[in-house]
């Protein structure tokens, strides 16, 4: 393995670069979602800066650079270049595996059953809780050096398992941490200074769960009143950075009135809305979230007809979570099909939590294939732009096209679609961020 810095890169020749967007889309809703622009014998140009310079047709590259010397160039003769994808949702801060959990799960035991009987999330949040802060940073590195092997070069992650404030903002300030020095363990002889950055949009989740002891109403005013308040503060200082609120919105956790108001204090903090909704039960909290302007909303199998209307009308990106739906053998299924035909915007993520323990985006559209219905297009685009899309990063990620930060993954195949065709181990033969390139 390998790790170069590149001031000017060429990726040239491949067999198809995967643009995804031809017209500076920053989403794709509806029908658009299954249209994915695609170069047949492209090249990129990567600048100094990593960003994307040029992208197009492999001979017309060649003429406009033919006086350029590049540090570093790729044949990428008989590839495909793909974005690098993002993942729209996940819970990558924890300690403490619940595999004799999942083997529950498949003897029967439902998710509420074991949240009830003080396992599920509750034994996720005393080992958390527990863990070190240098501990847990190395855990998350390690999640997403495999993350980054198999494509993902920006992740939506959320704290989550502290639900006190304590162990909230340590779980904010490892991801600060992630952030700033995140480089690939694969590789060998790294620079952790100058390591390979692995992007995070990093939101702040106190409420993903009723702490113990307390009612919602009880939680649900601390929230607001104290924790909330605090962790503003901890940005405004320095300490962590934050993008959005997340509420587990569910029947018996926090219902819709709780979710609303914790939501609302989100919002007048200026963190983007970002939460778990309609996911076990119908409770309306698609209509809700629409109407208080959030940016996403996850799950989903559940939402309601009208709750699909509201979402497409404004704009609220469906984060769907195929993982979810096929570890915990869900009967009812996040509606794809319903969203797409209503013209809504659908993102992909993995859900990469102590429940559903999945790092990789390709087995992710896969089963959004095979489970949701989707297409293979439909798939990639909630992969990349619609997933940046769902975090507000549409404008710097999610596509190839000139300006964007250079994240890219290259397939030793003859069409895109083997990255999810492929769904174990797709041929992956090496992942650029910011023009910096691993080699498997």
């Not at 919002?267 to 996911?279: D, I, P, V």
């Amino acid at each position: 393995s390998s790790y170069v810095a590149a001031a000017m890169l060429l990726v040239r020749n491949a067999r198809q670069v995967v643009t995804v967007c031809a017209a500076r889309e920053r989403i794709k809703a509806g029908k658009e979602m299954d249209q994915v622009a695609v170069i047949e014998n492209g090249s990129v140009v990567v600048d100094s800066s990593g960003r994307i310079e040029a992208v197009g047709p492999a001979a017309d590259i060649a003429a406009q650079y033919a006086n350029t010397v590049f540090e570093h160039v790729i044949d990428a003769t008989g590839m495909c270049v793909l974005p690098g994808f993002v993942d729209a949702h996940t819970h990558p801060v924890w300690a403490g595996d619940r595999v004799q959990e999942f083997c529950m799960k498949l003897s029967g035991a439902t998710y509420m059953e074991i949240h009830k009987a003080g396992g599920g999330i509750n034994f996720t949040v005393r080992h958390t809780r527990e863990a070190p802060e240098d501990g847990l940073l190395d855990l998350l590195l390690q999640r997403m050096d495999r993350m980054l092997a198999q494509g993902t070069t920006l992740i939506e992650a959320k704290s989550g398992y502290g639900l006190d404030f304590e162990t909230e903002c340590k779980m904010l300030r490892v991801l600060k941490r992630a952030a700033q020095r995140a480089c690939l363990f694969l590789c060998i002889a790294i620079d952790r200074s100058y390591g390979h950055l692995v992007a995070i949009s990093a939101t702040y989740c106190g409420a993903h769960s009723v702490p113990a002891g307390m009612t919602a109403a009880a939680a649900t005013d601390a929230l607001v009143g104290q924790h909330l308040p605090a962790i503003v503060a901890a940005k405004q200082a320095g300490e962590v950075d934050v993008d959005n609120i997340d509420v587990f919105c569910e029947k018996g956790v926090y219902e819709v009135a709780d979710t609303e108001r914790i939501l609302a204090a989100g919002k007048a903090a200026g963190l983007a809305l970002n939460f778990h909704g309609e996911e076990l039960n119908y409770l309306g909290s698609a209509q809700m979230g629409a109407a208080l302007g959030a940016r996403a909303i996850s799950h989903l199998e559940h939402v309601s007809d009208e709750g699909i209307a509201a979402m497409a009308s404004s704009g609220v990106v469906a984060v769907l979570l195929p993982t979810t739906a096929h570890v915990l053998r869900l009967p009812t299924l996040p509606p794809a099909r319903a969203i797409a035909a209503a013209g809504g915007a659908i993102a992909l993520g993995s859900d990469f939590n102590p429940n559903a323990h999945c790092l990789s985006m390709p087995y992710v559209m896969h089963l959004a294939c095979v489970l949701l219905r989707m297409t293979p297009r439909e798939a990639l685009v909630a992969a990349t732009i619609n997933a940046a899309a769902s975090i507000g990063r549409a404008d710097s990620h999610g596509s190839l096209e000139p300006g964007k930060v250079a994240n890219m993954v290259l397939l030793a195949a003859p069409t895109w679609e083997h990255v999810l065709y492929q769904m174990v181990d797709p041929p992956i033969h090496s992942v650029i961020v910011n023009g910096r390139v691993v080699k498997k």
